[in-house]
Each structure stands twice: as C-alpha cells, then as structure tokens.
C-alpha cells in the first residue's frame, strides 16, 4: 500500500516538473517579455532596464531555475497587467473556482448515482430510456451555450437566480448547474453499467440467498462494488472541471480562476497565465492520487497491490 | 471420475441473463446508429452542397436589414427564414457554411489525433516495457494539461485561426486514442494469429499494419465519433471565448459569441447555431453509441 | 401416477422435509421458451443427503435456484406441489420467502472465488445472515460465526473475521461459505457442485467436511454434482436428471447396484473402475446430443441416445417403480433392473 503511494507521488511529481518544463516554454514562446511589459510607450533604454531587473537577460536554463525555485515556493513572479503579485491574484480568486467546482461535482454526483442505479434496477423501463436519453443529450450541448440558456430562462425570464456574479450563494447556482451537467452523463453510464454488472455477480446472489432485504441487497452489497469506479471518475471529473471553469466563469462573469486566466490571455499577461496552467494541473494530479488511494481505501484487493 | 460432457454446453444462467439485454439493446442502438447516420449524411451534403443550398452570401452585409427575427415571428419573413445578425447578413446561410467549419475541423482533429494517438497506443501496447512506460508518462502529462486553457493560451500566442485551432486540437486530443489502442493491442499481442506472423518471420510494420491494427479499427472508429464530437463543441468553444476561428467566419461558437448581446431581447440568435451544434453533435454521438454496440455485441452497455 | 404414489408411502413415515411434484421451469429465450425443467418429482427427508445427478444444462442448478426463489424475475415456476415442511412455496409472499431463505434454507455455490463480496470482512457477512433473521447482539453472532469458522475447520478465525475474501484460497472460501450457510441452523442446505472448482484434494476435504456436518446438525442436504464418483462417496439417496427431468431416483446404493435406465447405466459405464479399465483403453462415452429443450420433446428424451430404444421410446414413459423407493422413467426399466449384465458390459474393450 505504502509502496504504491509512493511510486505514484513519484510518478506525480515527475509530471508536475514536465508541465512546469511547458508552461515555462509557454512563457518563452510568448515573445519578447521586456517588450511586453514595458509597454507600447517603452523607449529601448526603459526596455533594456526592465530586461536586467526582471533577469531576462540571463540564460534560458538559469531563467527557468529560478522561475522553477520561485514557483516550488508559490511565488509565481509578478502579473505584468496587474503589478502586482501573481500568487495574490490566484489566492483571491481561487475560493470562487473552488466553490464552483465543488458544487459542479455535487450536483452531477446527486443527479447522477441516483439516476444510474434506479435505470440499471429498472432496465428496459421508462426511467432506464429517460436516464440514457438525458444522457445522450447531455454529452451533445455545448456548455458555453448551456449557461446561457440558462441565464435566458432563469435569470432573464423567471428571475430565479441573479446572471452573473458571486457575492451570494445564488449567483453559483446557475454556473454549477452549467459545469456539472456536462459531467453527469459520463459518470451516470458508468453507474448504470457498473450496477448492472454487479447485480449479476455471484455475491449479490449470495447477499439474496441469505435472505437479506432488496436495500441491503442493492445498497450494501451492490452500490458500494458499483461505486468504486464512478469515484475514481469523479476525481477526474473535478480536475477537467476546473480547466473548464474558464468557460463558465466567463459566460457568468464569476471572478474565478478561470475568469482571470482568460483575462490573463487575452492581455498576454504570461507568468498569470503560465501559474494558472500549473496550478491546474496540479489539482488535476493530486486528485488522481486521491482517487487512486481512494479506491484502494474502498476496494480492498488493490490494498494488496 | 464421471466428467459428463454435454455438447450442449449453453448454460442456463448465461441465457437467462442475456437474452432479453441483448435483444433490445440491438435494436434500439440500431435504430440509434440509422438515425445519428441519417442526420450526418444530411449535414454532409448541405456542406458539400453550401453554395447552392445557401439563399444568400454568407459574408454580404446589409445595414439596413439588422436584426430582421426569424419566420415565425410577427416581423419574419420568408426572405431571411433565420432573420439576420447585427450586420444584417442573412442566418441561415451563414448557418449553412457553419456546417463545413464544423465538420472540416471535427473529421481533421479526429484525423491529426487519431493518426498520433494509435501510433502511441500500438507502440506501447505492443512493446510494453520501456516503451509502454514512455507512453504512459506522455499520456499522464498530457492528460493533467487543461485543454481549454492550453488551447486557448497557445492559439492567442500564434493567433487564432481555422488552421491553428485544427491543429492545436489535433495535437491536443489523441488520449482517449491512445488509451484504447494501448488496452487493445496488449491484448492482441498474445493472441495466436499474431504469435503465429512473429513466428514466421513477418516483418514488424506488418505485423502492426496487417495483423494488430484492423483487429483494433472497430474501437478506434468509435473513439474517433467520440473525438469528432469532441473537437467540434472544443472548436465552438474557442471561437465563442474569441481565440478560434475569427471573423467574419460563420463558425457556429463565433456566431453564439457574436449573439450574446442581444440575446436577453432575441434569444433566436444563439438559440439557432446551440441547436445546430446540438444536432451535429447528437448525431455523431448516436452514431457512436450505435458502433460502439455493433464492435462488442452483448458487450457491456458502458 | 400410481407408481409414484406407493413409492412415497413406503418411503415416509413421517412428512418429508421438502416435497416437489411436477415442477417447471421455463424461461422465455431468443427463439422462443426454453423448458428448463420439465416437470419433476422428488422429496427430500429430514437430515438425509440427497444427491441431484446431471450433465450441464439438465435443469439440476434451475432446480435449485427455483426451490430457493433466486430465478430471474422472468422466469415461470409452476408445481403441482412445492412444500417445504409445511409452507407452500408456490403461494408464500416475497416477503416470507426472504425470512425463510438463509435461515431455514441456505445455499452453498459452485463458484467460491465470486461467491463472496469483496468489499467486507469475512466476519461482517457471516455475521449479517444471522443478525437479518434472528435479534441477536454483535457479539453473539461474532461469537457463532467464530465458532462455525472453527468447526468448518479454519485456523486463526478471529483474525479470519477480519480479512477480506481476497485474501483467501478457494478451498477456505467455500469453508465460510458453508459456515455462513450453517449460521442459522437452517433445515435445508442446496449445495449446488460446491466442490466443482476446487482442486482434487481440497474437493475430499469439503465433501468430508459436509458429510460430518449434516450428520452433526442434523441438516438436510440436497447435493447438486455431475460427478457419479462425488454421489458415490456421500449421497443417502440419488436423483438422476436427464433434460429437465428426473429419470430415475434410488438409494445411492441401489443405483449403484442397479441402475434401471439406461441412461444411468451409461453413466455408469463412463467410469474407469481401478484393476478393470486397462491403461490406455478408451473410456466409453455415450453417443449423441441432448435434445433442445426449447421445443417440445416427445416420446423418452433418451430415446435418441439410446441403443435399446424402439418403437415404444416414442411415448413417453411413466415412472415405474422398480423396487420399493427405486423410480425410474423408462419402458424397460424391469427388464434393465437385473444387476448382472452390467459387469459384463462394464470390460474394457
């Protein structure tokens, strides 16, 4: 168990260091930096000044030691746009990203499950063809789009919830509603299929000929065996989620993550642009670690491993 | 010891168990795959068929015509059925020539990636040991990179455009690829007609060209469905955030993108160019859902 | 019907413990219904071991899963007679069903490396059986699942309890699988070919284990196998499935001594016996397939297979009794009963 944590934080670490390698030649490739940050109003000399002060006279290799060294210890430079600290900008924006992340995977989670066991107990019927209906149209639209529909309909027409913003509970609720669906179809199959295998595994008949009831039949002995590969999902799905919170946190104007990543983008705001890239990165990475020892947690033959 | 060997070996669980599945699994995914396929052909030849098909040039502005709604509004007329966009050019053409961008950059990604993804797969696969390892390190990198963000950073940095957003995201999907290559091939490795071509000397390209690769082509085709489709809602996706395909091309993501303004008073204009990705969309998937049931008859219902 | 009648008046002298006449299974298929079980008769006495005898796809396991209620939903159980001391199991609600399965009739499966659930600990499911049917505290059935790990001859069961299926071999699952059987002291145990997996070896260790078992307890066993040499070692009484039906049912010694249908006999004749069958002769085989049980069959389903059949196989044959507690369905069956030409037959060619 031990040994299989750590060959897969080993593992972990080395794909953390080969995107730190690529963001930083994201940063690279972005042009001439001194001339971006100075400005278009920048006179050579201003230019030269700046290329000494932020080290980009140095070497490439030393350039990226010292953003590597810098960024092991959450400091990502400065924001050229901004002036101020990177790591800052992050900090303030990341609770909304994290919020709306969390809340995505809950409702997809919430929808999901239920609806995967009831159309994998109920096969054939109508809630089965509901279930892969809403799955099958699910996968199809587009999420920009998505939230946008909803922004007509909920917040335009029915003024249930507010457009855009995050100063209440409400204003996540429409951008939540937006990520997580597109998650939901995935992880529904998943349970569906995993549910269906299970009810035909000799254990389940086992569980009946005990003369068990149907709840603990199907919660205890099936659902948890069904589960196990819907969390593993589940943890992907959290990190793909916050890579797409771009998308959404621009079409509700959330002041997330994502939002300020697109900013960053659009303004060629680099070293903002370059942490961002890495710091999801490294959620995606550390959520696949959990999910890997969460699995072993719940399946108990891959402890042995 | 009596071991009765019965020619008949169906076992009577196994029959229960999967008669009633599979009968109506095949037809409703039939049904599925002759509906997603009908869709797409249609799409295909309005595409194929844009000039003719489209009443107006998708490009021709017409200030004095802004904003006209569509047919089934009181102001609609049948001379734009989809009403015009804010510059007046006419909807449903630019509809129409949004079906090329689309399907052009779904079947290239598919292409670029797939062409990748399965040479990775296959290698790995095949060779395991080092190889596999190399691959499988390349595949969690890549996998832990935020394509959105990545696309969307690299396509500002070079520009945004048809070509680039092709083939950022041609370099950018080929995981799933490569998963499902890998799995298949290790599988293949050990089975006998390709034990019994290493054994008689088959040179290594033909035995992976020959041997390996049409015995994988079902689950890569339904891969490909699903990068398609993937591809096309990413496209859409860049466009709408303003780093994809750029104006005034009438890719159906920079229509929505153009649209948002307006769309508290004339929903229509991002409702059109949703539905039209939605259809396309849902029809590669319904194609997909179909294949996928087709390679693996009576196979898991994933 | 006569026949049957008289044999089981002879045989009981008090209500057997389970009791089924022409039961029926058949299960809707791709290309129409298969008859699984095509109407059979047997009983089961208490504390006798009672072996169900068949190839794969004769209807033993459908039997089984139909005496507990397991079948698929789909699945049409019908009987003139399906009693288990007392409780009508063609008329009993789901809800009874389930009070009865594990605690008055238990299960023991072929397949101990599935059988099991892998996410609990051994003691969690063999505590819950006894703790779903009985109110009893944690620790009393800790307690009885500790003693039945140990008397199915398990080592180090306190620490057993704890561990996860996986970390057991075949031979120790299908022991907790019959502890977990035992947990409630049922009546009835169907064991279906639960040695059928197991190394040869391991296989006498169980079949020991069981004999001891229903003899200790006192439980009835109905053993499924399709091992003559298995029914040999263990059985009290033997029932011979061929396509959905019992085609002869004995003592196992009067089977053995004298099988009254000639698919039995064939059977028979397919064991090498130590000192008769020489080293490198062929073993005998009987010739033909199985009829497809999803038409109808007429006539003996034998008759096809069968190298004394004649005009008469086209009917169908009653069950006659050919010795008292000794049924067999075939028109012959008086003349086939004489034990002598057996040993002529059984040479080696």
């Not at chain 3, 005898?53 to 789909?74: D, I, N, Q, Y």
């Not at chain 3, 004394?308 to 028109?331: F, I, K, N, W, Y």
């Amino acid at each position: 168990m031990w040994a299989f944590v750590l060959k897969r934080t080993l593992i972990a670490l080395s794909v953390a260091l080969t995107i730190s390698v690529l963001c930083f030649s994201l940063l690279q490739l972005s042009g001439d930096l001194a001339l971006s940050i100075g400005g278009p109003e920048a006179t050579a000399e201003q230019v030269e000044q700046i290329r000494v002060e932020y080290g980009l006279d140095r070497p490439v290799v030393q350039q990226f030691t010292t953003w590597l060294w810098g960024a092991v210890q959450l400091d990502f430079g400065r924001s050229y746009y901004y002036q101020s600290e990177v790591m800052d900008l992050v900090v303030e924006r990341l609770p909304v990203t994290m919020t709306l992340g969390i809340l995505a995977l809950a409702i997809a989670l919430g929808v999901s499950i239920p609806l995967g066991v009831v159309a994998a107990l109920k096969r054939g019927s109508w809630i089965d063809r509901a279930a892969m209906t809403i799955a099958v149209t699910g996968q199809a639209m587009p999420n920009f789009w998505f939230g946008l529909t909803l922004i007509i309909v909920f917040a335009v027409k029915l003024q249930w919830f507010p457009a855009a913003g995050s100063d209440s509970w409400q204003g996540f609720v429409l951008p939540a509603i937006a990520l997580g669906y597109y998650a939901t179809p995935a992880m529904m199959r998943l349970t569906r299929s995993g549910m269906l295998e299970v009810l035909e595994a000799d254990y389940i008949r086992t569980a009946r000929a005990k003369g068990l009831r149907t709840g603990t039949v199907i919660f205890k002995h099936a659902l948890r065996n069904a589960v196990i590969p819907v969390v593993a999902l589940a943890a992907v799905e959290l990190g793909f989620m916050l890579g797409g919170s771009v998308v959404i946190e621009t079409v509700f104007s959330l002041r997330g993550l994502g939002q300020l990543a697109w900013n960053a983008i659009s303004r060629n705001d680099y070293p903002v642009v370059q942490a961002i890239v890495l710091i999801i990165a490294l959620f995606y990475i550390v959520l696949t670690l959990l999910a890997d020892i969460l699995n072993a947690v719940l399946d108990p033959r891959l402890r042995a491993r | 010891m009596a071991q009765i060997l019965s020619p008949q070996v169906a076992s009577e669980q196994h029959l229960v168990a999967h008669w009633q599945s599979r009968l109506f699994r095949s037809t409703l995914n039939n049904r599925s795959l002759a509906i997603g396929l009908l869709i797409i052909a249609s799409l295909g030849i309005v595409a194929l068929l844009a000039p003719w098909l489209a009443p107006h040039d998708p490009y021709l502005q017409n200030t004095a015509n802004r904003m006209v709604p569509p047919f089934w509004h009181d102001t609609g007329s049948w001379t734009h059925p989809l009403g015009t966009d804010r510059l007046g050019r006419d909807y449903l053409s630019r509809l129409i020539y949004g079906t090329r961008i689309s399907l052009f950059i779904g079947l290239v990604v598919a292409l670029i990636s797939g062409l990748i993804g399965t040479t990775m797969g296959v290698l790995a696969g095949y060779f395991g040991g080092r190889v596999d390892a190399v691959v499988s390190y390349l595949l969690t990198t890549r996998l832990a990179m935020p394509v959105v963000l990545v696309a969307l950073a690299m396509a500002s940095l070079i520009g945004g455009s048809m070509l680039t957003v092709t083939l950022l995201l041609g370099l950018l999907l080929w995981d799933r690829f490569a998963v499902v290559a890998r799995s298949a091939t290790q599988q293949l490795r050990d089975a006998e007609y390709v034990q019994a071509a290493q054994a008689l000397g088959c040179p290594l390209p033909y035995i992976l060209l020959r041997e390996v690769l049409p015995n994988i082509a079902g689950a890569l085709i339904v891969v490909a469905t699903l990068e398609v489709a993937n591809a096309i809602l990413l496209e859409a996706t860049l466009s709408f955030l303003g780093m994809g395909v750029q104006p005034p091309s009438p890719s159906w993501g920079l229509m929505i993108a153009e649209g948002k303004t307006y769309m508290f008073f004339q929903p229509w204009v991002i409702t059109i160019p949703g539905c039209a990705l939605f259809v396309l969309v849902l029809a590669i998937n319904l194609l997909g859902d179909g294949l996928r049931d087709l390679s693996a008859p009576g196979g898991r219902n994933e | 019907m006569s026949n049957l009648s008289t044999a089981e008046h002879s045989a009981a002298t008090s209500s057997p413990l389970l009791t089924v006449k022409q039961l029926r299974v058949d299960l809707p298929v791709a290309k129409g219904t298969l008859h699984a079980v095509r109407g059979i008769d047997f009983h089961v006495e208490r504390g006798e071991m009672l072996c169900l005898v068949g190839e794969s796809g004769c209807g033993k396991s459908m039997t089984s899963l139909a005496l507990m209620g397991l079948l698929p939903r789909k699945a049409q159980v019908n009987a003139n007679c399906l009693n288990f001391d007392g409780v009508d199991l063609l008329t009993v609600s789901e809800r009874e069903r389930s009070n009865l399965r594990g605690a008055r009739m238990a299960m023991i499966f072929q397949e101990p490396m599935t059988a099991l659930n892998p996410a609990y600990t051994l003691g969690n499911q063999l505590c819950e059986a006894l703790r779903r049917h009985q109110r009893v505290s944690r620790k009393a059935a800790h307690d009885r699942a500790l003693y039945l790990l140990e008397r199915v001859g398990i080592s180090a069961a306190e620490e057993r309890m704890r561990q996860y299926p996986h970390q057991l071999s075949g031979g120790l699952r299908q022991r907790v699988m019959i502890a977990m059987a035992l947990m409630c002291e049922p009546d009835l145990i169907i064991a279906d070919e639960p040695t059928t997996a197991l190394d040869v070896t391991i296989q006498a260790q169980i079949l020991h284990l069981l004999r001891d078992l229903q003899q200790e307890f006192g439980t009835a066993i109905i053993f499924i196998t399709h091992d003559l040499g298995v029914v040999a070692r263990i059985a009290d009484r033997v029932a011979v499935m061929y396509a959905g039906e019992v085609i002869e049912t004995a003592s196992a010694k009067a089977l053995f001594q004298a099988p009254s249908h000639p698919y039995t006999q064939g059977l028979l004749r397919c064991i090498p016996t130590p000192g008769k069958t020489l080293p490198g002769s062929r073993l005998q085989a009987i010739q033909g397939v199985v009829p497809s049980l999803v038409e109808k069959v007429n006539g003996c389903a034998f008759c096809n297979r069968c190298d004394q059949a004649d005009e008469r196989c086209h009917t169908t044959p009653p069950l006659h009794a050919v010795a008292d507690g000794h049924l067999s369905r075939c028109h012959y069956a008086q003349q086939l009963a004489k034990p002598a030409p057996l040993n002529a037959q059984e040479e080696p060619l």
